[in-house]
């Protein structure tokens, strides 16, 4: 069975713009959740979608954003990015939004 | 609010017990987890207990879970230096929203 699948693996962008990372969860997986992680400030949640709803969102800006398709598969968006958000940002994906299975993340670098 | 905390580092020597050690602060947790993160990697779940249980071993690994102190311990046995990596410790809050700890180093010495 595939493993949870993020695009790209590593993005340089500048501050002012906006980014958009992809998550293909494992196959029969409907919950997927988002987490940014950083030195400082370590794993937070960002959100979690089951079924193309989200259910639950953690304490971050309304600059990240997200959604899920039918097919299960996710995006995030993070608009006007500032330096501060560079980070490795992790999908992971699970049945039922317990026993997480993580992908390898996104790491972005923002200038 | 949901917390949970760990030490951050911890050495041993190859071939030693490693304990490492967590508290979590939500009483309505289903599930606690203890997950591994190697260089460059995602974090891998190692292994999870339901909040109903003491004890659950999954061979080197024995979790223990103290309810009432909301104290969790992830003990390795015959620890060896492919061990070494980040371990962390999660509580599966029930809310769709699972809670990491900071995360503990371990350093394997051969």
């Known amino acids: 069975k595939a493993g949870v699948t993020q695009t790209p693996r590593y993005l340089i962008k500048t501050r002012g713009q906006q980014v958009t990372l992809s998550c293909s969860p494992i196959?029969?997986?409907?919950?997927v959740s988002w987490y940014q992680q950083t030195p400082g400030q370590g794993l937070q949640f960002l959100f979690e979608y089951f079924s193309e709803t989200q259910r639950n969102k953690g304490n971050f800006p309304g600059r990240f954003s997200g959604r899920q398709f039918s097919n299960s598969r996710s995006e995030m968006n993070v608009s006007t990015l500032e330096l501060g958000d560079s980070a490795l940002y992790l999908c992971?994906?699970?049945?039922?939004?317990?026993?997480?299975?993580f992908g390898s993340g996104t790491q972005l670098s923002v200038l | 609010g949901e917390d949970v905390e760990q030490s951050l580092f911890l050495s041993v020597r190859e071939g030693d017990s490693s304990v490492i050690n967590c508290t979590y602060t939500?009483?309505?947790?289903?599930?606690l987890y203890w997950y591994k993160q190697e260089p460059g990697a995602g974090l891998q779940l190692l292994t999870y207990?339901?909040?109903?249980?003491d004890m659950k071993q999954d061979q080197r690994l024995t979790v223990l879970l103290n309810k009432k102190d909301k104290h969790l311990s992830l003990r390795i046995a015959d620890t060896q230096t492919g061990d070494s990596a980040i371990y962390f410790c999660a509580d599966g809050t029930g809310g769709f929203k699972t809670i990491f700890g900071a995360g503990t180093r371990l350093f394997v010495k051969a």
């Open positions: 207990i339901f909040s109903n249980m």
């Open positions: 992971a994906s699970s049945v039922d939004g317990e026993k997480l299975f």
């Open positions: 196959s029969g997986h409907r919950s």
């Open positions: 939500d009483s309505s947790s289903t599930y």
